[in-house]
T-cell receptor, first 109, second 115 residues
Framework: DAKTTQPPSMDCAEGRAANLPCNHS???????VYWYRQIHSQGPQYIIH???NNETNEMASLIITEDRKSSTLILPHATLRDTAVYYC??????????FGPGTRLSVLP | DTGVSQDPRHKITKRGQNVTFRCDPISEHNRLYWYRQTLGQGPEFLTYFQNEAQLEKSRLLSDRFSAERPKGSFSTLEIQRTEQGDSAMYLC?????????????FGPGTRLTVT
């Protein structure tokens, strides 16, 4: 079973920030938080991952709470092309990815 | 394009036929993964290879499924005596595998339809 809980769907207006939450209350100290997204009929695409500290790259920012029990993926200026299913995954080295159903983000014009 | 390629992209077959899919990972990646994804669900892990060795298999991988990675480069996934329940997207991913924080890169998938 997935170790994460995400809302099944969210809407966001084009140009606004999309904030996607993920709960991982049973995360252990050596487990990373990964985010992937899957655009319709394509393979999942890596977005970002982190352990404790907040992370930022050209695609998104990852904010992890101090107790590490939840995180938020932020797409700063959502575009229509960001419409996808977003998966939050928690795992440690040597484990295999367990995908839950994810959050279906719809970016609206 | 992640650099992971899969062939074919689509396959339609009749129940009872055998099918084989191919995955070409990113060349320097020594770990290769297979997943299955049905409509509305996230990908489910099937098996993975470290170089040519198959190190783990999910209980989803029935006896009709076999995967190989003979030279530690490309991999094949064969399904024998296909059933309608095998209809799904089959995804391949690769990973460098030597560092704790390495991510997996997924291919575009092979969509199988069993009629």
């Amino acid at each position: 079973d997935a170790k994460t809980t995400q809302p099944p769907s969210m809407d966001c207006a084009e140009g606004r920030a999309a904030n996607l939450p993920c709960n991982h209350s049973t995360i252990s100290g050596n487990e990373y938080v990964y985010w992937y997204r899957q655009i319709h009929s394509q393979g999942p695409q890596y977005i970002i991952h982190g352990l404790k500290n907040n992370e930022t790259n050209e695609m998104a920012s990852l904010i992890i709470t101090e107790d590490r029990k939840s995180s938020t993926l932020i797409l700063p200026h959502a575009t229509l092309r960001d419409t996808a299913v977003y998966y939050c995954i928690v795992l440690s080295y040597g484990q295999n990815f367990v995908f839950g159903p994810g959050t279906r983000l719809s970016v609206l014009p | 394009d992640t650099g992971v390629s899969q062939d074919p992209r689509h396959k339609i077959t009749k129940r009872g036929q055998n099918v084989t899919f191919r995955c070409d990972p990113i060349s320097e990646h020594n770990r290769l993964y297979w997943y299955r994804q049905t409509l509305g669900q996230g990908p489910e892990f099937l098996t993975y290879f470290q170089n040519e060795a198959q190190l783990e298999k999910s209980r989803l991988l029935s006896d009709r499924f076999s995967a190989e990675r003979p030279k530690g480069s490309f991999s094949t996934l064969e399904i024998q005596r296909t059933e309608q329940g095998d209809s799904a997207m089959y995804l391949c991913a690769s990973r460098y595998g030597e560092r704790e924080r390495d991510e997996q890169y997924f291919g575009p998938g092979t969509r199988l339809t069993v009629t």
